[in-house]
Structure formats: C-alpha cells, structure tokens
C-alpha cells in the first residue's frame, strides 16, 4: 500500500475534502448525496483494508472480514443508488489479480486502485466502475482470509 496513505486516510477533515471533490460538477442534489455517500464508503473500506495490511497481527482476519462485509453491504446498495443517480445497472467482473499475487498483496492493489479513483479529481466514475472495484477488494480480502486461514504460506494475515 501506498507508504503515505495513512496519513491522509485517517485524517476527517482530508478525507471530507476528497469526498466532496468526488462531486459531479453541476450535479443535482441527489447526485450529490449519492456522491457523497458512495465515497464515504469508499473510505472506510480503505481504512479496514489499511487495517487488515498493516494493524497488528492478531486483528488481521477481523479486518479483512469487516471489509469483505462492509464492501458487500455497499455493493447490495448499488443498483438502487445507479437508479437514483439514472445510471443504468449492470454488474461488471472486477478485474482478475496478475498471476501469482498473493491474496493479501491482492487486497493492497485493488485499495491502492481504489485510493486513486478516489484521489483523482472531480472526473466522474461510473457507479457500476466502482462497484467492480469493491467487488474486487472484497474477493482480496475473502481470499486473503481464506489463504491465512488454510496456511498456504501467505502469512501477511
């Protein structure tokens, strides 16, 4: 992971900054609040992935599970909020790992995609996109778990 996201990532008045930047420019209200939501989310589950790469050993596979949760419970929202914001739904494949990747390496990659939508400026980000993009960190993270749970020699956890 990025060595400099954690001082940005769990700064509020930082993250509140970067969330509101996400904001269609000329939007409507509820693009706004759809916006600022989904982006919230978006931070908090860089923050369990952050959590769940780099907090101390033994609250590893809590972490990555409350991020596989919470990216579910976000995705669940999707198609609701795609119809709210009068995107059409569509459910796309999250990009697959490069071979060879180990599952918690996986997890730190798909964040570090995610960190840079979010840094990325105020060029919108198609809903389905993203959810592709959470799907993925949540498959790293289940993966993740599953590897640390199996001993196949992925110790990150």
Known sequence: MDADRPAWLFDPSATRTLVLTRRPPGGRAVDDVVSDLVWTEVVRLLRWAT??????KHLR??????LAA???ALLRRMPALCAETGQPWSVLPPAPPAPGTPPARQVEVVA???????ASGPAPVPLPALAAEVDALGEAAVQAVAASSFGTGDDVI
Do not use: F, I, M, V
């Not at 570090?112 to 979010?118: C, H, K, P």
């Open 51 to 56: 959590a769940g790469s780099t907090g101390p």
């Open 70 to 72: 919470e990216g579910a």
């Open 61 to 66: 596979t809590g972490a990555l599970w409350r």
């Open 112 to 118: 570090d995609r995610l960190a840079r939508l979010l």
